[in-house]
C-alpha cells in the first residue's frame, strides 16, 4: 500500500473530494483551493495517522495543508487543519 496516498485519500474522504481528484499532493492542492461544492463554512481537516510516512513525505503533505489553510483564510471555505487523536 502507498501511505501517502491512503493519507491523501483519508483527507479527500473528509471534504467529500470528486471524483476526478488524483491522490496524490497536486491533487491534494488543487482540491483544497477549490472546495467549491462544500457549503461556505469553515472545512475542518483532521490529520490522518502520518506515522507510515517518510520523513519528506510528511513534510511534503504538511506543506500542501499549511498552504491551504494560509490561502483560504479570507475565502468562504477557510481550511482548518485538528491534528490526530
Known amino acids: 500500500m502507498n501511505a501517502k496516498a491512503d ?7 473528509q471534504v467529500d473530494a470528486p471524483e476526478w481528484a488524483a491522490p496524490n499532493l497536486d491533487g491534494l492542492a488543487d482540491v483544497l483551493r477549490d472546495l ?3 457549503p461556505e463554512h469553515p472545512v475542518l481537516i483532521t490529520l490522518p495517522d502520518l506515522s507510515r510516512l517518510r520523513d519528506n513525505e510528511r513534510d511534503a503533505l504538511l ?5 491551504a489553510v494560509t490561502d483560504s483564510i479570507a475565502s468562504p471555505r477557510p481550511v482548518r487543519i485538528h491534528g490526530h487523536d
Open 63 to 67: 506543506h500542501v495543508l499549511a498552504e
Open 36 to 38: 467549491s461544492w462544500l
Open 7 to 13: 493519507a491523501v485519500r483519508s483527507i479527500y474522504s
